[in-house]
């Protein structure tokens, strides 16, 4: 399976600056597969722009109900109908700043596969957490209380302190994450867990992407920081092992 290497603009890009983007992107040759997810308002035009080229386009957030009176939300078929086939759910800052608990992330990941989106399922442990030796624990219990019976999509390990700080597990810290995911998942998912996808995620650049990207059990890459300028995201998806 090609390396899946996603890029999560958070709260940043413009309209005048993703169709360059996006153009550079397509001029790109990559044996990843690239999923881009920029603000909503950007996912029409994008989708747009990215029309036959393979490169994937996804919300960073969508609710739980079909529609209804919630203002500032947006459904995942709106999502959908823009143009989007992936949404990350439950990214450590959704939960932070949101209030987002495992149980809402679940009915997010429901509604998401109900509208045919593909969910990006974040789950990561705080450095308090880790230093206290629960860093697994914490994960799994995010993985058995956030997926939903029906769950099928992606997942990504980002644990909270990586993320826009510079630093990263080791190595083998983030093997044995990866492979507690794995039978975590296949424990729950006895089908589809033993070939779910696991991206790392929280502070990958194109300095470290090699190495991470060539870890056992890591599938790809979420990037936030590094996403933003077309040339360090390619740089990062060419980094991915080939197949
Ligand atoms: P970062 O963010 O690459 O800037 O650390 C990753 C993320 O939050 O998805």
Redesign the pocket.
């Known amino acids: 399976m090609p390396s899946i290497i996603a890029g999560?603009w958070?709260m940043n890009g413009s309209l005048a600056a993703a169709g360059g983007y996006a153009d550079a992107l397509k001029a790109a040759e990559s044996r990843a597969l690239l999923i881009i997810c920029p603000p909503f308002p950007l996912l029409a035009p994008m989708a747009a722009s990215f029309e036959g080229s393979g490169i994937a386009l996804g919300a960073q957030d969508c609710h739980a109900r079909v529609s209804g009176a919630h203002t500032g939300d947006v459904s995942a078929a709106l999502i959908r109908e823009a143009g989007a086939t992936h949404v990350i759910l439950g990214?450590?800052?959704r939960r932070a700043d949101h209030g987002e608990s495992n149980a809402i992330v679940a009915a997010k990941v429901a509604a998401a596969l109900g509208a045919g989106l593909i969910p990006i399922v974040?789950v990561g442990e705080s450095e308090a957490e880790r230093d206290a030796g629960e860093a697994e624990e914490v994960v799994k219990t995010q993985l058995r209380h956030s997926l939903p019976e029906n769950f099928a999509g992606l997942i990504?390990y980002?644990p909270v302190w990586?993320?826009?700080?510079g630093r990263t597990p080791s190595a083998a810290d983030i093997t044995a994450m990866h492979a507690a995911i794995r039978d975590a998942l296949t424990g729950q998912f006895p089908a589809s867990g033993p070939a779910t996808p696991i991206l790392y995620?929280?502070?990958?650049k194109p300095e470290n992407a090699a190495v991470l990207l060539a870890l056992p059990q890591v599938g790809g890459a979420?990037?936030?920081?590094?996403?933003l300028k077309a040339a360090d995201f390619l740089a990062i998806a060419a980094s991915a092992p080939s197949v």
């Open positions: 999560n958070k990214h450590s800052e974040c990504a980002e990586a993320i826009g700080t995620g929280g502070s990958v979420l990037v936030g920081g590094a996403s």
